[in-house]
C-alpha cells in the first residue's frame, strides 16, 4: 500500500472558562480594529502591502497601550489574512474588496502560528496566557504548525489545528464520471451506484424552523433598540436547526465523496453556483445546501487525492443531446423530466443526460491539466441546432 503526506486541518472543541474568553474577545476586538484599520488605508488608496500594514502595527503597538496589552501574533496574522484577501480580490472573478467588520455581524476568529501557542497538559496555552480545555475526540497525527481558534453562530469556541498526517493514497482508478446537480436527486452521475439522493433535512426541521422564524418575525426590535432576550432566544433556535441539517448533509457528502473519489479518475462537475436569493422556496434553499456541501466535499476530497477534477459551466448542459451533441431550441422546462432528442430521437432521464453532457465536455479537453480546471466557453453541439 502507498501513503501520501498531507496537510490537513484537525478541529476540536474548546471549553473556554470565563477569563478566557473574555480575553478571547479582547483579543478578537484589537484584531477587528487593525482589520478595519487596513480597509480604511486601502479605501483611501494608501495601497495596503503586507510589509506596510506591519510597519503600522508596530507604530500602533508603540503608541496604543491597548494594543499593546494584546499579543502581537493573532495581530500580525490577522493583517496577513487581510493582505491574502485583498490580493485575491484582484485576481479571483467574483470575489470583492475586503470589508469592515462589524462588531455585530463579524465571529471572532484567531489564528496563531507557533509563537504564538503550545498544548501544555492536554490544554491550549495561548500566548498571554490563556489557558483553554480541549475536548480531544481524536488524536493530533503530528505536532500542529498553526491555529485558528473561533467561535461559530451558536456561541460555541473551536481550535482547528493544521496538521502532517500520512494517508493510505486512494486505491489507483482509471473510470470517469459526469456529475450533475438537482432538486429532486442531490447528484445524479453517470455511473448508476453513485447518485446522490436529496434527503431533505432542512425539510424534516422545516416546521420547527418555521416557528423560530415567525416568532423572530414578531419579536424582532425596532430600529434603534436593543434586541429582546426573547427574540434572541428564537434567534438561536433557528440557527441551532440550520447547523444541525447543515451538519447532516456535511456528513452524507463526505461519504458520498469519498465513494465517488475511491473509484474515479477524471471527476467532471457541474459548475453549479446557488443564489440564496430572497424569493428562493425554502425547498430550492435547502437543495440548495445539499449541493453546496456535496460539491465542496467532492472538489476538496478529489485534489487532495490527485484526482483530475473539472469543473463544468452549466449552461446548455440541460438542453443538449448527450447522444448526438445536438441542442434543442429552447430551455426545457424544469418539470419535463425526460429528454428527447429531436435529431437522434435519445430519450433519457433529464439528469442523467446532463450528467453525460458534462462528462464529454470534460473529456473533450482534457489534455494537459492538473488540479481543478474550470471550462470557460458554453458548449456547442457537436451537429448544428436540431430543426
Ligand atoms: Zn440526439
Sequence with gaps: MFFVEETVRYRYR??????????????WGRCRWLWNEAVHQQRSGN???????????????????????????PQQQILRTYGL?????????????????KRSKALPTLDYTTRGFSIK??????????????????DLPSEPSSVRVFQDSLGHWYASF??????????????????????????????????????GYRRRCAAELAKAQRKMARRKPQRG????KGYLRAKRQAAELHKKAARQNQHTARLWAKRVVD???????????????????????????????????????????????????????????SGCGARAKSRIKLRVRTFICTSCGLALGRDLNAARVILAMAERDRAGADGVRHLDAPPLGACPDAA
Design 14 to 27: 474548546l471549553r473556554p472558562g470565563a477569563t478566557a474568553v473574555a480575553a478571547l474577545m479582547a483579543e
Design 47 to 73: 495601497k495596503p502591502t503586507f510589509a506596510k500594514l506591519c510597519k503600522l502595527l508596530t507604530d500602533a503597538r508603540f503608541s496604543n497601550a491597548w494594543l499593546r496589552e494584546g499579543s502581537s501574533t
Design 85 to 101: 484577501a485583498l490580493t485575491q480580490s484582484f485576481r479571483v472573478k467574483g470575489r470583492g474588496r475586503p470589508s469592515l467588520k
Design 121 to 138: 497538559d492536554g490544554r491550549l496555552r495561548l500566548a498571554g496566557d490563556v489557558l483553554i480545555p480541549v475536548v480531544w475526540s481524536r
Design 162 to 199: 493544521v496538521v502532517r498526517r500520512k494517508q493510505a493514497a486512494p486505491p489507483a482508478a482509471s473510470a470517469s464520471i459526469g456529475v450533475d446537480w438537482g432538486v429532486t436527486a442531490t447528484a445524479t452521475t453517470t455511473d448508476p451506484g453513485y447518485d446522490l439522493p436529496h434527503y
Design 225 to 228: 433598540h436593543a434586541s429582546s
Design 263 to 321: 473509484s474515479h479518475a477524471v471527476i467532471a462537475v457541474e459548475d453549479f453556483k446557488p443564489t440564496f436569493l430572497a424569493r428562493s422556496t425554502m425547498a430550492r434553499n435547502a437543495a440548495d445546501a445539499a449541493i453546496g456541501a456535496a460539491k465542496r466535499e467532492l472538489i476538496e476530497r478529489g485534489t487532495r487525492a490527485g484526482r483530475e477534477v473539472v469543473l463544468v459551466p452549466p449552461a446548455y448542459t440541460t438542453m443538449t443531446c
